[in-house]
């Protein structure tokens, strides 16, 4: 999608805003001891009272409102019984769609206590996410996306799970570009275009460089003894700095 006018504009803050709410909400409420299922449950009884529709579950029929994956899942996990447990790693991924207008967020963190690497993980991918949106100006290679977040991994000691992509979202969860890597790809030659609406989502990990999809069809897993971490913004492209709409 490229925003053609206001009205564009306003309803992709909206839904920018409605998912980064429901995403920030839904981990301050995450406890040891409750299930997947039930922070999900959290998920979907916040996208109702905002009016908003689960992305996954529309566009895909996906099993949940919300992906949530734990410690070796690094994507597309299936809300359920999974108890979730002191010192995990857990992701959440939020998106929405409302009056037309789809926006997607993420993030990782630590249910308490941490550890010095978790604590790295969770910053230095963080900070690829930081990285990778100063290099998102109009004009620019779509390369320098994935060139961003390749420095900040090898800076830092991580892998980049290289099968999982940023993309455009707008008018659909998925839209062109439909794959941005999270690497240097120097066959790359698109570039990015004023007012164009992607999303970052670099995924760093410990031990894997691809994931998986196990038998439930969805859940994306590595190494048993991966973790992973993954931060997402929905934004527009513009000749400074790209808009985010998915701030709360």
């Known amino acids: ?73 690094a994507a597309h996990g299936i809300p359920g019984a999974r108890v979730i447990q002191p010192g995990d790693v857990v992701n959440i991924d939020v998106s929405a769609e409302k009056n037309g207008y789809y926006a997607d967020t993420g993030g990782s963190f630590v249910v308490p206590p941490s550890t010095y690497l978790k604590d790295k993980l969770i910053a230095s991918t963080k900070l690829a996410l930081a990285r990778a949106c100063q290099s998102a100006r109009a004009g620019s290679p779509i390369n320098a996306i994935g060139k961003s977040i390749q420095a900040v991994a090898k800076q830092r000691g991580f892998k980049i799970i290289r099968n999982l992509c940023s993309h455009g979202v707008g008018k659909a969860l998925h839209e062109e570009p439909k794959e941005i890597p999270g690497y240097y790809d120097a066959s790359d030659r698109r570039r990015l275009h004023d007012g164009l609406v992607i999303t970052i989502e670099p995924f760093l990990s410990t031990k894997s460089s691809f994931v998986d999809e196990t038998s439930d069809g969805w859940t994306l897993v590595g190494h048993k003894k991966n973790l992973s971490a993954q931060f997402e913004h929905t934004m527009v492209i513009r000749k400074g700095q790209p808009l985010l709409v998915t701030l709360a």
């Open 1 to 73: 999608m490229t925003i053609e006018t206001d009205e564009d504009l306003q309803q992709l803050k909206h839904i920018g805003k409605i998912v980064a709410l429901v995403l920030k909400e839904m981990q301050r409420r995450t406890e040891p001891g409750m299930t997947t299922r039930e922070l999900d449950q959290i998920g979907e009884a916040l996208l109702d009272f905002y009016g908003a529709k689960s992305a996954p579950k529309i566009t895909y029929g996906f099993p949940g409102h919300t992906c949530i994956s734990v410690n070796e899942e």
